[in-house]
């Protein structure tokens, strides 16, 4: 699984940057950077957020990427990234959850930070993938889930669901905002850079949330599952709606089209909104907008299959281990329907959800039995 892992995370370069390369997008990037106008609007291009050049040269090119996605150019680019946003979401709160089970102390799993910000520089796809392949290779708990080392702090149970809200939600809605109508086109730029580095500010709360709280929470076997299903139960919920609300206004274009103004009916039609164009195609696009698109559908594809085949193979790990056996036929129905239903990254957090309760059932009770016998 790690060597998948690892070739997904690598496929990016091709799958992403050099079709982005030869479809267009890095040329119509560039030009819209040096005319210092915002992708198809006659709007100026801010170029300084934070006085530190290099800083403010990555900020203004992810600022003219990610601008056409939120200013209603392009209804298509816009659906598909409410959708993406959600399993983004989703997923990196099982990541951050990962990184604080006391089995990946001290390892590169519980640096989610690093990862994070890699995702937001060079793609979900390339960072989630890899840091779920490193996690598989240096983890104990990926080979040997015990009740013990994949407890998490109950005080970070608490708050993950809380931070999340904080630190992704908020700028998440801040940069949605409509401009001019609500903020300014300069307002939204900056809303934009100020975005990208969420994955900080959640690792940046929770810990700070360990250290000022941890005091405060004790740690037990019920205290801990509960706090973990208020989690995965966020996480997949998360997943879910933004999946769902997607689906169902791409669905609806065919099975209902006049609901929508006719302009809306092609442009969130499925086969817009879910197109899989490949490298190999030839593809060229006209516009920022449409460029960013096909960017983000191999973005979210590779990243969601990435966060999906590492919860798989947590889940089969710990069923083989303490079961001895796994029903491949029903996991597998189980996850298609899953991911139907709540996207890739819910069906994630279901498989990951299984596993700790199979984990904490069956080994922490035995553990308890252990002490028992022990004491007496």
């Known amino acids: 699984m790690r ?44 170029t300084v957020y934070t006085g530190v050049e ?7 090119v992810l600022t003219t990427f990610f601008y056409p996605v939120l200013d209603g150019q392009s209804p298509t680019l816009l659906l598909h990234s409410i959708g993406f946003s959600g399993t983004f979401g989703a997923a990196w709160t099982l990541v951050v959850l990962e990184s604080w089970r006391k089995g990946n102390a001290g390892t590169v799993a519980a640096y989610p930070a690093i990862f994070g910000l890699a995702a937001q520089v060079l793609t979900f796809a390339f960072a989630t993938p890899l840091i779920c392949a490193l996690q598989l290779g240096c983890s104990v708990t990926a080979r040997h889930p015990h009740a013990d080392n994949i407890r998490v702090p109950r005080v970070v149970l608490a708050v993950i669901p ?34 990208h580095p969420w994955p900080a500010y959640v690792s940046i709360l929770t810990t700070a949330a360990y250290y000022v709280l941890g005091p405060f929470f004790t740690n037990n076997h019920r205290a801990s599952m509960s706090g973990l299903r208020w989690v995965y139960a966020s996480a997949f919920i998360h997943s879910a709606i933004s999946h769902l609300v997607t689906l169902v206004i ?21 086969s817009k909104v879910y197109s899989f164009p490949v490298p190999w195609s030839g593809l060229k696009v006209d516009t920022v907008a449409d460029g960013v698109h096909v960017f983000l559908r191999w973005d979210y594809m590779i990243g969601s299959a990435g966060i ?14 303490i079961l001895s056996s796994v029903s491949w036929t029903s996991l597998i129905f189980k996850v ?36 028992v016998k022990k004491s007496s």
């Open 54 to 60: 290099p800083v403010d040269r990555l900020l203004t």
């Open 336 to 371: 298609g329907l899953l991911t139907a239903l709540a996207g890739p990254a819910g069906a994630a957090a279901e498989l990951m959800w299984e596993r700790d309760e199979l984990v904490f059932s069956e080994t922490g009770s035995r553990q308890q039995v252990t002490k």
């Open 308 to 321: 999906l085949l590492w919860a798989l193979k947590l889940h089969t790990v710990a069923h083989k281990q």
């Open 3 to 46: 060597i998948i892992l690892f070739s997904l995370s690598a496929f990016v370069f091709y799958a992403i940057f050099y079709f982005s390369q030869v479809n267009g997008l890095r040329e119509l990037s560039i030009k819209s950077v040096a005319s210092g106008k915002l992708p198809g609007l006659n709007e100026p291009l801010r």
């Open 250 to 270: 791409s669905v609806a274009t065919v099975l209902a089209p006049t609901l929508f103004d006719t302009r809306f009916v092609d442009a969130l039609h499925p």
């Open 162 to 195: 809380a931070i999340f809200v904080i630190g992704f939600l908020v700028p998440t809605n801040l940069m949605i905002l409509p401009a001019p109508e609500v903020i300014s086109v300069d307002w939204k730029q900056i809303a934009i850079a100020a975005w």
